[in-house]
């Protein structure tokens, strides 16, 4: 067995979950490895929310209950943006194999800024009072403006993604894409970062996916065609141009 696995490298050595993203499982061997915590950035409008959306009704439909931590847009907002897409999302609210909860909301409330350990806490709480087994967070970049101690981003961001990490779910934390080619402490502690991209090209928008990282499995980095259609996103093993 132990030599199979040296000799196969294709062989699949953990289980994995499926990301519900048409095309990406096949690029990281399979799906994402269970437990760990994914990283998901881009600029705004590069698809980061619809595939969130994507890997929580995935699991929905397996019957894992996901849940969706937002921290930029209401619950109403969300649900109507993803109602453009055949995903059902409804029924599964409504089933509640998908909750989304509204953290930037109860934040602002009552005034005074929360502590970096205050939301840690109020997210651990969540998840584990829904039993989730899929977790999103959209997004983490707003975060250090709702705290009293941004000073403590650093810190405390790579120490919810261990925090996310020890849990028994599988998480992708979404980011804002402020500046490209920098690397952020959270790339560093998270088991894969996945880039969304869109930039025109010759006149024509052009789409792409890019795998930065991602332990556990080969892979190339470079951009990948995407498209986005009612379906959701669908990857493209092949350049986007
Ligand atoms: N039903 C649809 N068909 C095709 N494209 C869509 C559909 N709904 C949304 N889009 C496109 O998908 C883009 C990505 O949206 P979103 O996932 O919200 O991005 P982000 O969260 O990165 O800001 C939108 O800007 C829009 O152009
Ligand atoms: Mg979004």
Do not use: C
Not at 1 to 22: A, D, F, Q
Not at 45 to 50: E, F
Not at 174 to 195: H, L, P, Q, R
Not at 204 to 220: E, F, Y
């Amino acid at each position: 067995m132990e030599e199979n696995i040296m000799e196969n490298k294709s062989l699949p050595i953990y289980s994995r979950v499926s990301t519900g993203v048409k095309g990406l499982d096949n690029l990281i061997g399979g799906g994402l490895i269970p437990g760990r915590v994914y990283v998901v950035t881009g600029p705004p409008g590069s698809g980061k929310t619809t595939l969130g959306i994507q890997f929580l009704v995935e699991g929905a439909k397996n019957g894992e209950k996901g849940i969706y931590i937002s921290l930029v847009d209401d619950s109403k907002t969300i649900i109507q943006d993803m109602l453009y897409y055949r995903f059902n999302l409804l029924s599964h609210i409504r089933s509640k194999k998908i909750v989304i909860y509204d953290l930037g909301a109860v934040l602002s409330q009552g005034g005074k800024k929360p502590t970096w350990k205050e939301i840690l806490k109020e997210i651990k709480r969540i998840i584990l009072h829904e039993n989730a087994k899929r977790v999103v967070i959209d997004s983490f970049t707003p975060l250090e403006f709702m705290v009293q101690d941004p000073e403590n981003k650093r810190k405390e961001v790579v120490g919810l993604i261990k925090l996310l990490s020890t849990m028994e779910i599988t998480a992708i934390v979404i980011t804002e894409m402020i500046e490209s080619e920098k690397y952020t402490d959270d790339y560093y502690v998270a088991s894969g970062v996945v880039i969304m991209h869109h930039f025109m090209r010759q006149y024509n928008m052009i789409r792409a996916l890019q795998i930065l990282k991602m332990r556990g499995t080969s892979h190339d980095s470079n951009l990948k065609k995407i498209k986005i259609t009612e379906n959701g996103i669908e990857v493209y093993n092949e350049a986007p141009w």
